[in-house]
């Protein structure tokens, strides 16, 4: 396949996976509509999660990878961290969802790309150029402004910003493919999934499928393709075009999720929320303008190889 053909079916997959997550909320709508717990959800998610995803990676033959971390402490336990940032970051998300907040959750995910930039300063002490400090700031005001003159701190926000932040950060320092990681992180999570459903089942608190609707059953069962084909079509577009082209096109995510909770979820914003979310806007406009200003020599060879 030549460099064009490559590129062109790397935006293909890009796109869709960032459409899908950006239409996530329609996904979850159904549950919206149901008493279940957010908690619950999520423990159901990770367990049909780790089936799909199991199942999947013996179909693929990447099983050997997962087992051979399994018995490798130093591969687990940057694993087991990263698994409890990915259960916080769905559990936040899926809250979310069920209790009518995805402008807030779609705010997370506009501050995500700065919050890494932020994070590789800090952390991984990367310079950090005018515009991105730029952008930085006027996130950082509208957070400010939502917390004191709105009245209302986006916690919401905030940690699935941090959650998902730190989580790449994980993933960065401990590299897996995207298959064989998910395996191992949902196989973490997985034990203490069933421990909670066993014990809600044993309180008279557990939401079996019986008092579910259909849709609302399927949506379940689905949750484990649902949650892993868009994860193998970001790692499949992510080898193939530039991390500057990807940088822009993770945006069309939290916009499709912007407009989800005002049309489907029927959220409002006040002007003075109002006022907190363009400062985030902006400054998530300044960071796509950074990287369009970037030079193109700059932009063309972050490819990663099959």
């Not at 069933?194 to 008092?211: D, N």
Request: aromatic content about 12%; proline content about 5%.
């Amino acid at each position: 396949m030549d460099a064009a053909a490559r590129h062109k079916q790397g935006l293909h997959y890009a796109l869709l996976c960032y459409v899908f997550w950006g239409l996530f909320p329609i996904y979850w709508y159904p549950l919206n509509q149901s008493a279940m717990p957010a908690e619950q959800i999520l423990a159901q998610r990770v367990l049909w999660s780790a089936v799909f995803a199991v199942v999947l990676g013996i179909a693929l033959k990447q099983s050997r990878t997962v087992l051979a971390a399994l018995v490798q402490p130093k591969i687990l336990l940057p694993f087991a961290v990263s698994a409890l940032l990915i259960g916080i970051n769905w559990l936040v998300y899926l809250w979310s969802i069920v209790h009518n907040r995805v402008l807030e959750a779609s705010l997370g995910y506009f501050i995500n790309p700065l919050f890494s930039v932020f994070l590789g300063r800090v952390v991984l002490k990367e310079a950090l150029n005018r515009v991105q400090a730029l952008a930085l700031l006027l996130a950082a005001a509208g957070i400010a402004w939502l917390a004191l003159p709105a009245g209302h701190v986006p916690w919401v926000a905030l940690l699935l910003t941090a959650s998902f932040g730190v989580y790449g950060l994980m993933r960065k320092r401990a590299p897996m493919d995207a298959l064989p990681g998910l395996i191992l992180e949902t196989l973490l999570l997985a034990p203490f999934a069933l421990l909670y459903l066993l014990w809600c089942a044993r309180t008279g608190s557990f939401y079996g499928f019986s008092q579910l609707t259909p849709l609302q059953s399927l949506v379940l069962l689905g949750s484990g393709v649902a949650t892993t084909v868009p994860l193998l079509l970001f790692a499949a577009g992510a080898r193939r075009i530039s991390l500057s082209l990807l940088g822009v096109l993770q945006y069309i995510a939290p916009t499709l999720q912007l407009l989800v909770g005002l049309t489907l979820f029927g959220e409002r914003l006040t002007p003075s929320q109002l006022a907190g979310y363009t400062l985030v806007w902006a400054g998530a406009a300044v960071f796509l303008w950074g990287l369009y200003r970037r030079p193109r020599h700059h932009q063309g060879n972050h490819h990663v190889s099959d």
